[in-house]
C-alpha cells in the first residue's frame, strides 16, 4: 500500500496483485443491469465493496439486491474510507466530471459511463487529474471491444480489405415522449445534447475505432417531433484523413430499431447490423467482385471465439491494464476522440459551415459548451434547421 491506502502499481516498483477493490457512483439502470453483471464476470479480479448515491432508499435497495457491503451518501466519505482500485462513475452525464475527478485525485482509476462529460473543457480536466502510471479514466465505449470488432480492425490495420472508401454509420432508435419527460433528458445543461451525444456516440466510436481519425465534418441537426431542448435527429458528412468519407445518422424517431455500419473497402464490404449489442454473427463480410482467391476471403471469417460487445469484454481489458500500470484503452486521448467528432457535428450543424478539428480549441465556444453558446441552438420544431446567425 501507498500513503493514500492504495496498492502499488508496476510503476511504482511493485506488481499490482488482483482482488482489485471496486465501488460503484450511481445505483440507476445502467448500474444495476451493465456494470454490475459486467464486475460479478469478473470473478476474483474484482471485490465490489461499496456503493454511492445521493438517494438514501435507492441505494439501500442496490446495496440489498446487489449484496454490497457498503453504501454512502457521499463519493469523498466513500474515498476516504474504502480506498478503492477502481471506481465506476454510472451517475447521468451531468454529474460525471467532478467524481472522476475526485477519484483520480485520490489515487483510484475510474471507468465512467458515456459521455464521459458534457465538454471537451470538462474532458481535459478530467485528463488533467490523470497519474502516469495509474490512476487513469477509461470511457465505457464497450462495442470496441468485441470480438467482431476486434477482427476487423486486425484486418483493417493490416491492409488486407484495400483501402477505404465509404461508410455508413446509422443510429436509428426509438424513444418516445415520456422518456424525455425525464428532467435531465434532452437538456443541453444535464444531458449535453440528444440523440448525437447520448445515443449514436457508441456507434460513431466504433466508427473512429475503425476509420481512425476525421479532418472535417459538414451537419444539420432538428427537432422534428419530441419536446426537447436539443435535436431528436442529426446527420452529418465526415471526411477522414485517408480521404474515405463517411455519412452518419443519429434519431431517436425510428420505430424499426437499428444501429447499421457498413464500410466500404477496395477490396471487401464490411457490416454490422445489431440494436444495443453485437456478437460474431452480427457481422457480415462481401468481397468486391474481383476478388477471386477463396482461401484470401475465407481468412476473413470470423474467429472461433465469439466475445460479444459489452461492459464485461471491456472490463476484462482495462483490469489487465490496471495489472500492468499501463494506460487503458479509451481513456487520454483516445477517449476523447468521439467526443470531438460529436463537438464538431453540433458546431457544424448550429453555425452552418464545415468543422476541423483544429477549431476545436480553449478559444471556440463549442469546446466549453456543446451549443456553443449560440442564440439558437437546434432546429425548430417543424424541423427546420438553423444556421448560421440564427437564420432558419
Given at each position: 500500500?501507498?500513503?493514500?491506502?492504495?496498492?502499488?502499481t508496476?510503476?511504482?516498483?511493485?506488481?499490482?496483485?488482483?482482488?482489485f477493490?471496486?465501488?460503484v457512483?450511481?445505483?440507476g439502470?445502467?448500474?444495476?443491469?451493465?456494470?454490475v453483471p459486467?464486475?460479478?464476470a469478473?470473478?476474483?479480479?474484482v471485490?465490489?465493496?461499496?456503493?454511492?448515491d445521493?438517494?438514501?432508499?435507492r441505494?439501500d435497495?442496490f446495496?440489498?439486491?446487489?449484496?454490497?457491503?457498503?453504501?454512502?451518501l457521499s463519493?469523498?466519505d466513500m474515498?476516504?474510507?474504502?480506498?478503492p482500485?477502481?471506481?465506476?462513475v454510472?451517475?447521468p452525464?451531468?454529474?460525471?466530471?467532478d467524481?472522476?475527478?475526485r477519484?483520480?485525485e485520490?489515487g483510484?482509476w475510474?471507468l465512467v459511463?458515456?459521455?464521459p462529460?458534457?465538454?471537451?473543457a470538462?474532458?481535459?480536466?478530467?485528463?488533467?487529474a490523470e497519474?502516469?502510471g495509474g490512476a487513469?479514466a477509461s470511457v465505457v465505449?464497450q462495442?470496441?471491444?468485441?470480438?467482431?470488432?476486434?477482427h476487423?480492425?486486425?484486418?483493417?490495420?493490416?491492409?488486407?480489405?484495400?483501402?477505404?472508401?465509404?461508410?455508413?454509420?446509422n443510429?436509428?432508435?426509438?424513444?418516445n415522449q415520456?422518456?424525455?419527460?425525464?428532467?435531465?433528458?434532452?437538456?443541453w445543461d444535464?444531458e449535453?445534447?440528444?440523440?448525437?451525444?447520448?445515443h449514436g456516440?457508441?456507434?460513431?466510436d466504433?466508427m473512429?475505432?475503425?476509420?481512425g481519425?476525421?479532418?472535417?465534418?459538414?451537419a444539420?441537426?432538428g427537432?422534428?417531433?419530441?419536446?426537447?431542448?436539443?435535436?431528436d435527429?442529426?446527420?452529418?458528412?465526415?471526411?477522414?484523413?485517408d480521404?474515405?468519407?463517411?455519412?452518419v445518422?443519429?434519431?431517436?424517431?425510428s420505430?424499426?430499431?437499428?444501429?447499421?455500419?457498413?464500410?466500404d473497402?477496395t477490396?471487401?464490404?464490411?457490416?454490422?447490423?445489431?440494436l444495443?449489442?453485437?456478437d460474431n454473427?452480427?457481422?457480415?463480410?462481401?468481397?468486391?467482385p474481383?476478388?477471386a482467391?477463396?482461401?484470401r476471403i475465407?481468412?476473413?471469417?470470423?474467429?472461433?471465439?465469439?466475445?460479444?460487445?459489452?461492459?464485461?469484454a471491456?472490463?476484462?481489458v482495462?483490469?489487465?491494464?490496471?495489472e500492468?500500470?499501463e494506460?487503458?484503452?479509451?481513456?487520454?486521448r483516445?477517449?476523447?476522440?468521439?467526443?470531438?467528432?460529436?463537438t464538431?457535428?453540433?458546431?457544424?450543424?448550429?453555425?452552418?459551415?464545415?468543422?476541423?478539428?483544429?477549431?476545436?480549441?480553449?478559444?471556440?465556444?463549442f469546446?466549453?459548451?456543446l451549443?456553443?453558446?449560440?442564440?439558437e441552438r437546434?432546429?425548430?420544431?417543424?424541423?427546420?434547421?438553423?444556421?448560421?446567425g440564427g437564420?432558419s
Open positions: 500500500m501507498n500513503e493514500q491506502g492504495h496498492r502499488h508496476p510503476a511504482e516498483g511493485r506488481a499490482a496483485t488482483p482482488p477493490r471496486v465501488a457512483v450511481g445505483s439502470a445502467i448500474a444495476e443491469h451493465s456494470h459486467a464486475l460479478r469478473a470473478g476474483d479480479r471485490e465490489l465493496v461499496a456503493a454511492v445521493t438517494d438514501a432508499e441505494l435497495v446495496q440489498n439486491r446487489n449484496d454490497i457491503p457498503a453504501g454512502y463519493i469523498d474515498l476516504e474510507v474504502e480506498r482500485d477502481l471506481v465506476h454510472c451517475t452525464p451531468a454529474a460525471h466530471v467524481p472522476v475527478v477519484c483520480l485520490a483510484a475510474v459511463e458515456k459521455p462529460c458534457l465538454s471537451l470538462e474532458f481535459d480536466r478530467i485528463e488533467a497519474r502516469a487513469y465505449f462495442h470496441r471491444f468485441g470480438s467482431g470488432a476486434r476487423a480492425a486486425r484486418l483493417i490495420a493490416s491492409g488486407e480489405l484495400g483501402r477505404p472508401l465509404v461508410a455508413l454509420c443510429t436509428t432508435w426509438y424513444r415520456e422518456y424525455f419527460d425525464v428532467p435531465w433528458r434532452g437538456r444535464t449535453g445534447g440528444g440523440p448525437t451525444m447520448g456516440i457508441h456507434q460513431m466504433l473512429l475505432a475503425l476509420l481519425d476525421w479532418v472535417e465534418v459538414r444539420m441537426t427537432r422534428l417531433d419530441r419536446v426537447m431542448e436539443t435535436e435527429v442529426s446527420m452529418a458528412i465526415v471526411r477522414f484523413a480521404g474515405a468519407m463517411a455519412s445518422v443519429n434519431s431517436v424517431l420505430p424499426r430499431e437499428e444501429s447499421y455500419l457498413r464500410f473497402f477490396d471487401a464490404t464490411i457490416e454490422l447490423t445489431h444495443y449489442g453485437y454473427s452480427d457481422w457480415r463480410y462481401t468481397p468486391a474481383h476478388v482467391d477463396a482461401d475465407a481468412s476473413w471469417s470470423l474467429p472461433p471465439q465469439n466475445v460479444r460487445s459489452s461492459h464485461s471491456q472490463l476484462s482495462l483490469l489487465d491494464a490496471m500492468r500500470g494506460r487503458p484503452p479509451l481513456s487520454g483516445q477517449g476523447r476522440e468521439t467526443l470531438e467528432l460529436v464538431a457535428l453540433y458546431r457544424s450543424a448550429l453555425t452552418g459551415l464545415p468543422v476541423t478539428r483544429d477549431q476545436l480549441g480553449p478559444d471556440d465556444p469546446y466549453h459548451h451549443h456553443g453558446d449560440m442564440p437546434v432546429g425548430s420544431p417543424t424541423g427546420t434547421v438553423v444556421n448560421s437564420r
